[in-house]
């Protein structure tokens, strides 16, 4: 299966409608989507009579998205550490969800995407905090678990805590902090033992990170996806998502 195919069946694990519950009404408005991937937000924010930009850096997945001729979107390539492109001061709403991650920096660049913003307008963030926090993991994987963790942010990889920051890091950017929650979610934080789907999705979605098995080895992923079939699997790993408003 390919990335866009696993993108498009990650969608149903997620809980985009309690998500889109806390977002004012969006007809009319201008959205920009951070990260956008094969365009499935966008599509969604399109349907409720939105007008939206969708950024990311892959190719593919934009052909994709745009081959979808969604009304009111449209798909442009860039990197979302420089917005420069883009007007200042234009949207109503910036979103972006399980992207700020692969950035870092998450302070910086919402502190940057901020300016993108009318005065009132919104910014709305989903990140993961802990995504292999899993039990009954044996005990002893913890502490490589988050040697990991740090190494990946010390190399500008990707924040595996970034969904534990947003509060934070948007109270450091001016911006006034409207609601917090955290989301339940059918792939990455679920309790009980992991559906054959489910449990493929994580098999796969691993072996995209050549570098946890460069220093786990393989024998954690082993561990790992035992623990997602265990009757007794709890995720401990959550997906929090602020908003917040200039
Ligand atoms: C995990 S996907 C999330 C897709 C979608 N937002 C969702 O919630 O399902 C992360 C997306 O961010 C994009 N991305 C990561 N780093 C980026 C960067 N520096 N600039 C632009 N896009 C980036 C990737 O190409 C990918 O499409």
Not at 36 to 49: K, P, V
Not at 71 to 90: C, V
Not at 138 to 156: C, D, I
């Amino acid at each position: 299966m390919d990335l866009p195919a696993q993108y498009t069946q990650q969608y149903q694990w997620r809980d985009w409608p309690r998500a889109y519950a806390v977002l004012p009404n969006l007809n009319g408005k201008r959205v920009l989507d951070l990260g956008c991937a094969i365009g499935d937000q966008s599509r969604d924010f399109a349907e409720q009579g939105a007008w939206v930009t969708g950024m990311d850096q892959n190719p593919d997945l934009l052909a994709i998205a745009r081959r979808r001729a969604i009304p009111r979107a449209r798909f442009i390539q860039g990197d979302l550490s420089q917005l420069g492109g883009l007007q200042k001061a234009s949207f109503d709403l910036i979103w972006s969800s399980f992207t700020l991650a692969y950035l870092t920096d998450q302070a910086a660049h919402i502190a940057d995407w901020q300016h993108y913003l009318k005065p009132g307008g919104y910014l709305c963030l989903i990140e993961v905090a802990d995504l292999l926090a899993h039990a009954p993991l044996p005990e002893h994987w913890r502490a490589e678990v988050l040697v990991f963790y740090r190494r990946a942010g010390a190399a500008k990889r990707y924040d595996f805590m970034a969904g534990e920051h947003l509060g934070e890091s948007v109270n450091a950017s001016g911006l006034r902090l409207r609601h917090q929650q955290t989301l339940p979610d059918r792939e990455l934080a679920f309790d009980g033992a992991a559906p054959a789907a489910v449990y493929e999705a994580w098999r796969l979605r691993l072996a995209r990170m050549p570098a946890l098995v460069k220093d786990l080895g393989t024998a954690f992923v082993e561990d790992f996806l035992a623990t997602l079939r265990a009757p007794t699997h709890r995720s401990d790993s959550r997906v929090h998502l602020v908003l917040a408003q200039r």
